[in-house]
């Protein structure tokens, strides 16, 4: 299984950027996408995600700013950010929750993606 995330770059404060993610490989079904973030000299923290019933989950400090949304059809996810601020810069990283058949059995297994850096200058 692969997650291919897409999107990051350099927006000044106020600014939008929308970052994509598809999931590829032995996939079962999935359970869950979503983004986490991780500052330089911080730990890695959740920014949303959203199950395949549509249950979503967003971190305090994304008051609204930002839109979780999926394509199940197409094992992608999507967060769109808005009214970004400095502290918003981070390498941003796409994770899935799913099923897997290895060697004949069904696993439930997460995987993450290579990260992409959003950088928003004030």
């Known amino acids: 299984v692969q997650l291919q995330a897409s999107g990051g770059g350099l927006v000044q404060a106020g600014g939008f950027l929308r970052l994509s993610c598809a999931a590829s490989?032995?996939?079962?079904?999935?359970?869950?996408m979503g983004w986490y973030r991780q500052a330089p000299g911080k730990e890695r923290e959740l920014v949303a995600t959203?199950?395949?019933?549509?249950?979503?989950k967003y971190a305090e400090f994304v008051q609204g700013r930002f839109i979780i949304s999926r394509d199940n059809a197409l094992n992608t996810v999507t967060l769109q950010m808005n009214s970004l601020k400095p502290e918003d810069t981070a390498v941003y990283y796409c994770i899935a929750d799913l099923n897997e058949k290895i060697n004949g059995r069904y696993w439930q297994t997460e995987h993450w993606g290579q990260g992409t850096q959003v950088t928003v200058s004030s």
């Open positions: 959203k199950t395949t019933d549509g249950s979503t």
């Open positions: 490989g032995s996939i079962v079904s999935i359970n869950a």
